[in-house]
Structure formats: structure tokens, C-alpha cells
């Protein structure tokens, strides 16, 4: 049996280590020619964390992240929303948060694959069609026969317009900018992550490796100003502690675009194709859990892949376990988004956080954080 992974994204190259793991034959096909360190940072929560230690890359991940183990929503004067007596967020076998610059998580996968050449460059997939009961990917320059196909292209998938699935995106109307900082945070700010919230504005932010800060900004579309700049980004949050507008104001490039996320698919496989990570469930980053959910399903597709005979019975069961967690995350990241930016909503959401008590929050975080042992 052997597996092509389209795309070498967080997803495609987790998979790809996940199925070498598991003693399967594996070659993920990347369009990219050269992998370049592009992208702002991520948040890896407990869940991801703990399928990367199983992956044997951890501690590469914290050595060039930065452990977090604070992650608080706060005022505009960063004083916190609810104060939780339990500051460290982690899981039962001690996983906290890792901010990551993503390109440099990317480049940590990548080298490991390429240890065991799991991966090959300059090749974008255009279609696959079935014959002789193998897949036949074609690529710009290249046709390639697969037993089994993993979609892991991205929220534009085109493994997953060739499956003919309907698919839709939902846009939210807030557009968001992501960047990293050339500067330190204070002492008692350093391993803690921050979500600012005023009024139809957002302003995310952590330390994300010894001179850098990983930040990002989400403004209703109808209050972004009309030229873009730091300055003028800067100003928008004048209101604020002046930590945000000297992380604004030390920036380099940002990456801007409208959050958006995929709505719900029927189905992420036939026989023998399966879409992974955002190419089947792409969400928005409300609850930071998007690369997570997509190494997520690197640990499970790689386990059923090998328990099952057939790779009908193991996306059965892929599509069986990872449904109830992947909706929970797109659904509450959706309506958590949109009532953080409506000023009734936002106030709801602060009512409610101040009701819930801390030990109601501690169980659904270690729901979202708990892995199925298989
Ligand atoms: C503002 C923002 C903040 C976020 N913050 C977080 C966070 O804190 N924590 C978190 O877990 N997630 C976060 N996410 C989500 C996270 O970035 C994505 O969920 C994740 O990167 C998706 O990974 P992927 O590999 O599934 O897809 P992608 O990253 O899109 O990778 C797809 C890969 O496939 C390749 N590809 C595409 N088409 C083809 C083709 N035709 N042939 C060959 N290759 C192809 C692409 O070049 C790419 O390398 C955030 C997202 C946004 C927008």
C-alpha cells in the first residue's frame, strides 16, 4: 500500500512523519519549489503538543518557541477578564502552549521528513483519477499511481474540487493582520499569551522567541482605515495599553486578509481519497486551534490507516472519531468570533466568562486537549 499526501502544509508533513511512525509508505507532494520561512505565528495548545512529542520533535519545537503557560483574555488595559487561580494552562501530562513562528514549525517538520525522504518539492497536484484501482495524481510535470490519497491542500483544496465535494466558505466580515515584532515584552508578560478585546477591535499577542513578538490584529471590516500602515493601525488602538501600539509600531510586513472558514462538508472521503486538516475543515482562528486540529488528524489517520485493512473502513472510522471535536472547534470559533466583534454579544460573552466557574472551564479545555487512546 502506498500513500500520497497532497500538500506539505503543518498538516501534510505531520501525516506524513505520523504514517512513517506507523511503518506505512509515505511521500507527500508539495507545490512549493523551496520551503521559505513565511507566515506570522502560531499557538500549538496541549493537543498538538502532545502528538509532537510522539512525533520525537518537541523539544526542537520549544527550543526554537517559546512555552506559554499563561493565556488569558483581557481589557484594553490588560487587566483580565476573569481571573483564574490556576495560571498554568496545560494538560493532565504536563503539555502547555508553544507560540511558533509557523514557517520555522514548517522547516522543523520538514527536515525530519527529509531524513527519510518523505517528500518531494516543485510538484503542484492538478488532478487524479481512478483507474485500475489506483489513483493516477497528476502533476504539472508528472503523473503518479497511489494506492491511497490525502488531501492536505489547504483550505483552496483542489484534491478537494476533484472529489466533486460542494464546498462553500463563510466570510466573517473582519479582516485580520498578522506579524511579528522585533522587540522583547516586559519580564512579567513573557511566557503569557494575551487577547485584547474593545470595541469591534482585537489584538492578540506573545513572546514568540528571544526577540520577537507574535502578534495579530482583527477589526470589523467597516472600522479598518483607509490607508494601512503601522501608524495607522497603531492609532487604532490608542486606547489601549501603549504595550500594543510599540508591537504595532515595531512590525515588519503583516499578512492581511478576511477571516474566513469552510462550511461543514457531508463527507471527507470516498474510497480511497480522504481530505485532512484545513482542505477539510478549515476554521477561524478564534480558538487558535486550526493547526492543532489538522495534527490531530495526523495521529488519527495514521492509526486507523494501519488497524484497518481496507482504507474505506479506516476513513469511516477517521471521519467517526474526529467529527464531534473538529465541529465543536469550527463552530464555537465561528459564533465566539462574531460576538466578540458585536458590542452586545461581546458583553455577553463577559457575563457569561465572569458566571462560568473555573472548574467548568478546566473540563472543557481538557476535553479539547484530550486525546482518544488508541
Ligand atoms: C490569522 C490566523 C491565525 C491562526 N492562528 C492559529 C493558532 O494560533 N493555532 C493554530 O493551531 N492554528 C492557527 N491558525 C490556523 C492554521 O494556520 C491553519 O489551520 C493551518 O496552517 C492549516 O494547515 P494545513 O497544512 O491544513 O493547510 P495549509 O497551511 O494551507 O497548507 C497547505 C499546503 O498545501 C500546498 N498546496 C496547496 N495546493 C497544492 C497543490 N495543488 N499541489 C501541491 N501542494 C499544494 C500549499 O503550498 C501548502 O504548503 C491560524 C490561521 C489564521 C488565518
Not at 515584552?185 to 494575551?194: M, T
Not at 499577542?205 to 471590516?221: G, T
Not at 477571516?259 to 462538508?265: A, P, V
Request: aromatic fraction near 8%; glycine fraction near 6%; charged fraction near 20%.
Amino acid at each position: 500500500m502506498n500513500i500520497s499526501i497532497i500538500g506539505g502544509g503543518i498538516t501534510g508533513l505531520t501525516t506524513a512523519l505520523a504514517l512513517h511512525n506507523a511503518g506505512i509508505s509515505t511521500k507527500v507532494y508539495e507545490q512549493a519549489e523551496k520551503l521559505s520561512e513565511i507566515g506570522a505565528g502560531l499557538w500549538l495548545q496541549p493537543n498538538a503538543v502532545q502528538i509532537i512529542d510522539w512525533l520525537g520533535i518537541k523539544e526542537a519545537v520549544i527550543n526554537e518557541g517559546c512555552i506559554l503557560n499563561k493565556m488569558e483574555i483581557v481589557y484594553p488595559n490588560l487587566r483580565p477578564i476573569k481571573k483564574i487561580k490556576r495560571a498554568v494552562v496545560e494538560d493532565q501530562y504536563g503539555n502547555q502552549t508553544i507560540a511558533i513562528h509557523r514557517g520555522i514549525l514548517q522547516r522543523i517538520l520538514y527536515d525530519r521528513c527529509k531524513q527519510f525522504n518523505l517528500v518531494e518539492l516543485g510538484m503542484p497536484y492538478i488532478s487524479h483519477q481512478k483507474r485500475n484501482n489506483k489513483n493516477q495524481l497528476h502533476f504539472r510535470n508528472k503523473t503518479v499511481s497511489s494506492d491511497i490519497v490525502l488531501g492536505a491542500d489547504g483550505i483552496n483544496s483542489q484534491v478537494r474540487k476533484a472529489m466533486d465535494l460542494p464546498s462553500e466558505y463563510r466570510h466573517t466580515g473582519q479582516i485580520c493582520f498578522r506579524g511579528i515584532a522585533n522587540i522583547s515584552l516586559p519580564d512579567n508578560l513573557q511566557c503569557e499569551g494575551k487577547e485584547v478585546w474593545g470595541d469591534k477591535r482585537r489584538f492578540g499577542f506573545s513572546q514568540l522567541s528571544a526577540n520577537s513578538v507574535y502578534f495579530f490584529i482583527v477589526l470589523n471590516k467597516e472600522i479598518c482605515p483607509q490607508e494601512l500602515n503601522t501608524t495607522s493601525l497603531a492609532a487604532m488602538f490608542k486606547d489601549f495599553d501603549p504595550i500594543v501600539a510599540d508591537i504595532i509600531e515595531a512590525s515588519g510586513d503583516m499578512h492581511t486578509a478576511e477571516l474566513i472558514d469552510l462550511k461543514r462538508l457531508d463527507n471527507w472521503h470516498n474510497s480511497t481519497v480522504c481530505l485532512l486538516g484545513d482542505a477539510a475543515h478549515a476554521t477561524t482562528p478564534n480558538m487558535g486551534q486550526g493547526a492543532c486540529q489538522g495534527i490531530e488528524d495526523a495521529f488519527y489517520i495514521s492509526h486507523y490507516l494501519k488497524e484497518f485493512s481496507t482504507s474505506q473502513d479506516a476513513f469511516k472510522a477517521f471521519e467517526m472519531q474526529r467529527r464531534k471535536k473538529v465541529d465543536y472547534v469550527v463552530n464555537n470559533s465561528w459564533n465566539f468570533g462574531r460576538m466578540v466583534h458585536n458590542q452586545t454579544g461581546q458583553k455577553l460573552l463577559k457575563v457569561i466568562m465572569k458566571l462560568t466557574p473555573e472548574k467548568v472551564m478546566s473540563k472543557q479545555l481538557n476535553s479539547l486537549y484530550s486525546l482518544e487512546e488508541l
